[in-house]
T-cell receptor
Framework: DTAVSQTPKYLVTQMGNDKSIKCEQN?????MYWYKQDSKKFLKIMFS???????INETVPNRFSPKSPDKAHLNLHINSLELGDSAVYFC????????????FGPGTRLTVT | GNSVTQMEGPVTLSEEAFLTINCTYT??????LFWYVQYPGEGLQLLLK?????DKGSNKGFEATYRKETTSFHLEKGSVQVSDSAVYFC?????????????FGTGTRLQVTL
């Protein structure tokens, strides 16, 4: 059974478009994250939600808007896509009060042309 | 601020060679330390962890010891296999409640050849 899943796995789109990436976890965790991995493999946290509340927002452009309809889902909507948004986006989850281990999804490779 | 520094890659080794990937950290407090591994085309998986000084994390033949005096958490394996080829990330986290977040190093690519 997949613990953290993301859709789509690949996303190719043109500059200026709006797109969404979805994430779901079936681990019963209460905290979810979005990370961006650039072409050099550098990983940086973007957002964190705990029990559907935004906890961490790491100076991400406001074109990026996360939404958590419930504890098991954290979606990422991106408006007016730019070339620099091309990256792999990873969702992760963990349970507060645990050993801080985060479980990662398989990633969504976004290519903006 | 908090930061993690890893050795530059790629690291290329022959099968059965000894592996060391260096990792040092800077943190305002006492972090928990992790090694994550990313196989080609996949997400990150936790490889091992250590939560306090002198703890040794180990998994799949990999080991790392939390050294507070040198602020290091070097990853080692006695005999690598081709299947170990991946990108390895060192990371730390400080306990700040719900706002706790992982800080990653830049990753080190390991390529193991026959």
């Amino acid at each position: 059974d997949t613990a953290v899943s993301q859709t789509p796995k690949y996303l190719v789109t043109q500059m200026g478009n709006d797109k969404s990436i979805k994430c779901e976890q079936n681990l019963g965790h209460d905290t979810m994250y979005w990370y961006k991995q650039d072409s050099k493999k550098f990983l940086k946290i973007m957002f964190s939600y705990n029990n559907k509340e935004l906890i961490i927002n790491e100076t991400v452009p406001n074109r990026f808007s996360p939404k958590s309809p419930d504890k098991a889902h954290l979606n990422l909507h991106i408006n007016s896509l730019e070339l620099g948004d091309s990256a792999v986006y990873f969702c992760a989850s963990r349970q507060q009060g645990s050993s801080y281990e985060q479980y990662f999804g398989p990633g969504t490779r976004l290519t903006v042309t | 601020g908090n930061s993690v520094t890893q050795m530059e890659g790629p690291v290329t080794l022959s099968e059965e060679a000894f592996l060391t990937i260096n990792c040092t950290y800077t943190a305002t407090g006492y972090p928990s330390l992790f090694w994550y591994v990313q196989y080609p085309g996949e997400g990150l998986q936790l490889l091992l962890k250590a939560t306090k000084a002198d703890d040794k994390g180990s998994n799949k033949g990999f080991e790392a010891t939390y050294r507070k005096e040198t602020t290091s958490f070097h990853l080692e394996k006695g005999s690598v296999q081709v299947s170990d080829s991946a990108v390895y990330f060192c990371a730390l986290i400080l306990n700040t409640g719900t706002a706790s977040k992982l800080t990653f190093g830049t990753g080190t690519r390991l390529q193991v050849t026959l």
